[in-house]
């Protein structure tokens, strides 16, 4: 599986076109209050924050550093939808000029039919 980084995001994103009113509101709601991995950084679990005006940081220690970057991030989650009791993929590709996000697209937006959850047993 390997690592990644976290992404936390307060900029408005594209909705999928194939989202019900009820997603959108989940899908609001995960881009505010969760965070996406990423496999396009340093992978080395390390949190960066993409903030409204679409200008990349990376955190060190308690502290926020702008993030220079010139290429395409994809970036991904999971959301519960809690009245179909099951999950969603949501991907995005972010593509950033000259350190700043110059367009996201939604590359992937689908239910995980095959995603089982886990009980554990403890004795």
């Known amino acids: 599986m390997g690592m990644f980084d976290y992404l936390d995001i307060n900029h408005d994103l594209p909705f999928p076109e194939n989202a019900t009113d009820e997603h959108r509101v989940f899908i609001k709601n995960t881009i505010a209050a969760d965070n996406f ?42 959301l519960d939808i809690p009245s179909e009791d099951c999950k969603y993929w949501l991907e995005y590709d972010l593509k950033f000029t000259d350190g700043k996000l110059e367009k996201a697209t939604v590359l992937d937006w689908k239910k995980m039919v095959d995603f089982k959850k886990i009980d554990l047993e403890f004795e």
Not at 49 to 61: A, H, S
């Open 37 to 78: 991995q990423t496999k396009d950084l340093d992978s080395m679990l390390d949190v960066y924050y993409l903030d409204r005006e679409g200008f990349l940081y990376e955190k060190i220690g308690d502290k926020y550093k702008e993030f220079y970057i010139h290429q395409h991030m994809r970036c991904y989650t999971y």
